[in-house]
């Protein structure tokens, strides 16, 4: 049964980090590209940062710019997302999925951040 767990979400304050976390299994997991989406409230998901397989490319959304880092370790079957720099702005769900354009989802963890 395929599966994604993330983990690592919270309340961080504005300029703060926060690692999330996702573990999958049920898949090959080094086959696959992976992907961070996020979704705040009332907008539409979008795409945060996506990493090919092997960790050869990676590909950040414009509001990026520098502050978050994708990372993949296939021996533990685990991508990871550094966000740094943290603004209220980017408050929302986090979502891992597999795929480039994500076509499987973890389960979400929320994002706050806040003073």
């Known amino acids: 049964q395929m599966q994604l767990v993330q983990s690592g979400g919270g309340l961080v304050q504005p300029g703060g980090s926060l690692r999330l976390s996702c573990t999958g299994s049920g898949f090959t997991f080094s086959n696959n590209a992976m992907s961070w989406y996020r979704q705040a409230p009332g907008k539409n998901r979008e795409l945060v940062a996506r990493?090919?397989?092997?960790?050869?490319?990676?590909n950040y959304a414009d509001f990026v710019n520098g502050r978050f880092i994708i990372s993949r370790d296939d021996a533990k079957k685990t991508v990871y997302l550094q966000l740094n720099s943290l603004k209220s702005e980017d408050t929302a769900v986090y979502y891992c999925?597999?795929?480039?354009?994500?076509?499987?989802w973890g389960q979400g963890t929320q994002v706050t951040v806040a003073s």
């Open positions: 999925g597999i795929g480039w354009s994500a076509w499987y």
């Open positions: 990493i090919a397989v092997d960790g050869s490319s990676t």
